[in-house]
């Protein structure tokens, strides 16, 4: 819950490290059942990436960090 939306947000704003993991934190505890299954499938996508000899992570870890992107800028620029 620290890095699933503290992560993107440094990167987008100019905003201290404890602010960005109190923001995350916040995001988690208010979508919990959200959270969890965007847990699962990034989970899953790693396993399958790694599952088929680190090949499969060239194609997952792109498509989940644009994933991710979009997830925050749903959950945190919605509400800002």
């Known amino acids: 819950s620290v890095t699933v939306m503290s ?3 440094l990167l987008d704003r100019e905003i201290d490290f404890m ?3 109190i923001v995350s934190i916040k995001a988690v505890f208010e979508s919990p059942i959200t959270m969890l299954g965007w847990g699962v499938i990034v989970t899953f ?3 399958t990436g790694i599952a ?4 499969g992570l060239l194609v997952i870890f792109p498509i989940l ?3 991710t992107w979009h997830l925050y800028r749903r959950v945190v620029v919605r509400d800002s």
Do not use: E, V
């Open 65 to 67: 960090g644009h994933t």
């Open 7 to 9: 992560i993107p947000l």
């Open 52 to 55: 088929t000899g680190f090949i």
């Open 19 to 21: 602010s960005a993991i």
């Open 45 to 47: 996508g790693a396993l």
